[in-house]
Every structure is written in structure tokens, then in C-alpha cells.
């Protein structure tokens, strides 16, 4: 009897340290987990919202203004031969880009994810073999790459060369070797490229559905009026003949208005001619 009861007592010890054993195991599991953020294997990855109202409209306003609104001035009046219809041009051109805006708005309400053209394309033609979706997306992307964007950027730099050197040269103008060595430089800058419209980022915008049209909505009349005014005042200050002849409307202007003396505008024509790309 006296044998039983002892191997009863050391079963019972045992038992005792086994469950205090799984007690500390189960309370020293339970603050790791504590400590470390759980993750869970449905969590999708997204981009930080952290573009607001403002930062839309910064952003659109931003690439829309260029080295476009300095050039096609007096192509504008070439063509047109008059300055009232000249300003009406202006007008209509910025009525027609803030329509389109407006409907990639639409789309961008609709389809979240980040990319423009390239997941509007993707999501357009989904009824399709999920492979030939994204050759045709990714064909478009290319050819908007390798031709489309290139083919503006040519304007870009030839508009930084004139300008820049403009501004640094006596009133002949720079020479043209020197011109397009500058432009050659300039083109090279086109391949840091990362500009695009606020599509292109609405998985960073907050609010997205109500942020993304406002700041179009806002945006863009800003520029027509913006484009507006500068019209008037180069038709205010110079005559249709000086600005027809001139290379270079805004340095004309900036030599009528204020003075050859003055440097500082056609630096800052080039430098919003680099903002474009």
C-alpha cells in the first residue's frame, strides 16, 4: 500500500509540473503575439493615401503648364488673323481638355488602381484571355512611350534650348549649333522622366471619387485663365507684326515690356519647360 501511494505521489508531480510548464509556454506565446502585428495572408498591398484636394490641383496644374503656352503663341495668330478669335481658340482648346479630363475623372472613379491608361485598358478589355488583355494594354504603353511622349518631348527641349539660351545671348539669338546641342543635352534629361496626370496616381489620392473631378473642376479653368491672360498681355504690349516675327514671344515681350536688362524670365520659361517632361 505504502508503494501505490508513493507512485500515486509522483504521478501527481509530474502532472503538476507538466501543467505549470504549459501554463508558461501558453503565457510566453501569448506575448509574442501580443508584440507582433498580426498579418493576415488576405491583406491586399496599397499605396499610401496621402495626396489631398490641394495636391490634385498643384498636380494637374503643374504638368499642364509648359513650354506650350510660350511657343504656338504666334501660330495661333499666323493662322487665325485675328486676335479676337485667337482668344476664342484658347478658350474652346481648354473647354475640350477639361471635358476629356473630366471623363478620365469618370474613370478613374470607377477603376481604383493606379496607371492611367495602361489599367483602364486592362480593366476595358478583361472579357478577353487575361493574356491578350495585357499584349494590348502593354502595347499601347509602349507606343505611347517610344512614340507619343518622345515626340513631345522634342518640343519641350527645342523650346528650353530657345529660351535658355535666349536669355543668355545678345538679341540675334544663339546660333543653332548651339541650339541643338543644348536640345541634345536637354533630351537626355526626357529619359528621368516621371511626370504623369493625376490618374496615374489615384491609389495615392484621398477621398478619391470626390478629390479627383474637384481638382480637375478646379484645376483647369485656372490654366485657361491663366492662358487667357498671358494672350492679352502679349497682344497688349506687342503689335501682330512684332509677334510673328518674333523667335521667342515671351523674350519679345519681356524686351518690350520691362527691358533687355531683364534675364530672368526666359531662365524661368526654360526651367518651366523641364517641368513639362
Known amino acids: 500500500m505504502q508503494n501505490k501511494r508513493h507512485s500515486d505521489s509522483i504521478s501527481t508531480s509530474i502532472a503538476e509540473i507538466d501543467s505549470a510548464h504549459n501554463r508558461q509556454t501558453s503565457r510566453k506565446s501569448s506575448v509574442q503575439s501580443d508584440s507582433l502585428p ?4 488576405t491583406d491586399e498591398i496599397a499605396l499610401k493615401r496621402h495626396l489631398n484636394l490641394w495636391s490634385g490641383v498643384c498636380f494637374i496644374a503643374g504638368i499642364t503648364i509648359g513650354s506650350g503656352r510660350f511657343v504656338s503663341p504666334e501660330g495661333v495668330l499666323k493662322y487665325t488673323e485675328s486676335v479676337g478669335l485667337c482668344l476664342i481658340i484658347w478658350v474652346v482648346s481648354g473647354i475640350v481638355a477639361l471635358l476629356g479630363a473630366l471623363c478620365f475623372a469618370e474613370i478613374g472613379a ?3 488602381g493606379s496607371g492611367a491608361e495602361l489599367a483602364y485598358m486592362k480593366e476595358g478589355i478583361g472579357s478577353i484571355h487575361e493574356r491578350t488583355r495585357d499584349i494590348f494594354a502593354y502595347l499601347f504603353n ?4 517610344l512614340i507619343l511622349k518622345p515626340a513631345s518631348a522634342a518640343v519641350l527641349v527645342m523650346s528650353f534650348a530657345e529660351y535658355f539660351l535666349s536669355g543668355i545671348m545678345d538679341a540675334c539669338g544663339p546660333p ?4 541643338k546641342i543644348t536640345s541634345v543635352f536637354t533630351l537626355r534629361l526626357w529619359a528621368y522622366d516621371g511626370w504623369n496626370s493625376l490618374n496615374s496616381v489615384t491609389e495615392e489620392l484621398k477621398n478619391r471619387k470626390r478629390n479627383l473631378w474637384l481638382s480637375i473642376v478646379l484645376a483647369l479653368p485656372y490654366v485657361i485663365i491663366l492662358y487667357l491672360l498671358i494672350n492679352i498681355s502679349y497682344f497688349t504690349v506687342m503689335d501682330k507684326v512684332t509677334l510673328l516675327n518674333s523667335n521667342a514671344v515671351a523674350v519679345t515681350w519681356d524686351q518690350v515690356a520691362i527691358g533687355p536688362v531683364v534675364r530672368a524670365l526666359p531662365i524661368l520659361i526654360s526651367i518651366s519647360a523641364l517641368g513639362g517632361c
Open 38 to 41: 498580426s498579418v493576415s495572408c
Open 110 to 112: 470607377v477603376i481604383p
Open 176 to 179: 543653332e549649333t548651339l541650339v
Open 142 to 145: 509602349w507606343t505611347n512611350t
